[in-house]
T-cell receptor, first 115, second 118 residues
Framework: DTEVTQTPKHLVMGMTNKKSLKCEQH?????MYWYKQKAKKPPELMFV???????INESVPSRFSPECPNSSLLNLHLHALQPEDSALYLC??????????????FGQGTRLTVV | AQTVTQSQPEMSVQEAETVTLSCTYD???????LFWYKQPPSRQMILVIR??????QNATENRFSVNFQKAAKSFSLKISDSQLGDAAMYFC???????????????FGTGTLLAVQP
């Protein structure tokens, strides 16, 4: 199983809503990532978890709150978002732990629209 | 800081022909990985090919091959016998191997949109 599964595929939310994005992998990877991607742009890193600990936060606003409940799951909690936060949110995982096999496997993303 | 540059925003190729996508990068590090990712309209980023900087031999995966020139900091992707399914956005990416290794972030280029004409 080389899949990273993201749910939901599409999400429309109001600026006062609270919602969560979910990401799951069963490859035994110990590093998981959240990226934000605007149309026709490369992905921008938001957060990195290594062995379930937050290791990188790219100065992301606090209205985005990541959570890694266990080594297979990664959540992104959303609250009080702005319309400019509308984007494709990609989850990825890699072996982590200094392994030489460093490629990241990506999920299909959640298309988020903030209204 | 490392940077990745893709100077071709769009490319087009005829089916069954060969096309080369360019990528240059800037780094002061000696150990790193380079990747080409493909993102079709389905949105999923798919790894196409990987190159370790310490390896002189160019990586090859079926119809995909790279021309890795470490001194010139160049990493181009050649797609042979292009197929309609190759149409996608292609991103070149760099990953440092120091200060965290495999959890270091991928640094992406701006992408090249490849169209395949039947």
């Amino acid at each position: 199983d080389t899949e990273v599964t993201q749910t939901p595929k599409h999400l429309v939310m109001g600026m006062t809503n609270k919602k969560s994005l979910k990401c799951e992998q069963h490859m035994g990877h110990r590093a998981m990532y959240w990226y934000k991607q605007k149309a026709k742009k490369p992905p921008e890193l938001m957060f990195v978890y290594s062995y379930e600990k937050l290791s990188i936060n790219e100065s992301v606003p606090s209205r985005f709150s990541p959570e890694c409940p266990n080594s297979s799951l990664l959540n992104l909690h959303l609250h009080a978002l702005q319309p400019e936060d509308s984007a494709l949110y990609l989850c990825a995982s890699s072996q982590g732990g200094g392994h030489m096999n460093t490629e990241a496997f990506f999920g299909q993303g959640t298309r988020l629209t903030v209204v | 800081a490392q940077t990745v540059t893709q100077s071709q925003p769009e490319m087009s190729v005829q089916e069954a022909e060969t096309v080369t996508l360019s990528c240059t990068y800037d780094t002061s590090e000696s150990d790193y990985y380079l990747f080409w990712y493909k993102q079709p309209p389905s949105r999923q980023m798919i790894l196409v090919i990987r190159q370790e900087a310490y390896k002189q031999q160019n990586a090859t995966e079926n119809r995909f091959s790279v021309n890795f020139q470490k001194a010139a900091k160049s990493f181009s992707l050649k797609i042979s016998d292009s197929q309609l399914g190759d149409a996608a956005m292609y991103f070149c990416a760099y990953r440092s191997l120091i200060y965290g290794g495999a959890t270091n972030k991928l640094i992406f280029g701006t992408g090249t949109l490849l169209a395949v004409q039947p």
